[in-house]
C-alpha cells in the first residue's frame, strides 16, 4: 500500500538539467525525513540529498559532489519531493532513488535509515 515512484529521469547533455519527482503513495509524509541516492553500475549506492521538512534553511543537507548544483525540495500538498539537477556532469550518471526516514530526520551517509524506497529513475549525462 505504501509506494514511492519515482519519474523525471533520462538522457541530458553536460552542463544540462533535469528535474526528478518522487510521489508518496499510502502515506502524509509531512512528519518523516526523505532522501535521494543514487547507484551507478557497478558501485556502491551513495547519498545525494535529503530533507528533514521541507527545503527550508537548516532543513536540507547534501554530498559534497552536488552541492550548489542540487536542490531538494518537498510539496506537502501533493506528497512529492523533488530534486532539482542543474550543470549536470557525467559522473551524476546512475539510477536516482527517493526514500522515507521516519525519525523525521534525514542522513546522505547512511541509507540503513530509510525505509521504504522507490525503485528509481535513471539519468544519463553523455555528450
Known amino acids: 500500500q505504501v509506494q514511492l515512484v519515482e519519474s523525471g529521469g533520462g538522457l541530458v547533455q553536460p552542463g544540462g538539467s533535469l528535474r526528478l519527482s518522487c510521489t508518496v503513495y499510502?502515506?502524509?509524509?509531512?512528519?518523516?525525513?526523505v532522501g535521494w541516492f543514487r547507484q551507478a553500475p557497478g558501485k556502491e549506492r551513495e547519498g545525494v540529498a535529503c530533507s528533514t521538512s521541507g527545503d527550508g534553511d537548516g532543513d536540507t543537507r547534501y554530498a559534497d559532489s552536488v552541492k550548489g548544483r542540487f536542490t531538494i525540495s518537498r510539496d506537502y500538498a501533493t506528497n512529492r519531493v523533488y530534486l532539482q539537477m542543474n550543470s549536470l556532469k557525467p559522473e551524476d550518471t546512475a539510477v536516482y532513488s527517493c526514500?522515507?526516514?521516519?525519525?523525521?530526520?534525514?542522513?546522505?551517509?547512511?541509507?540503513?535509515?530509510?525505509?521504504?524506497w522507490g525503485r528509481g529513475t535513471r539519468v544519463t549525462v553523455s555528450s
Open positions: 526514500a522515507i526516514e521516519k525519525s523525521g530526520h534525514c542522513s546522505v551517509v547512511d541509507a540503513t535509515r530509510y525505509d521504504p
Open positions: 499510502g502515506f502524509a509524509f509531512d512528519y518523516y525525513g
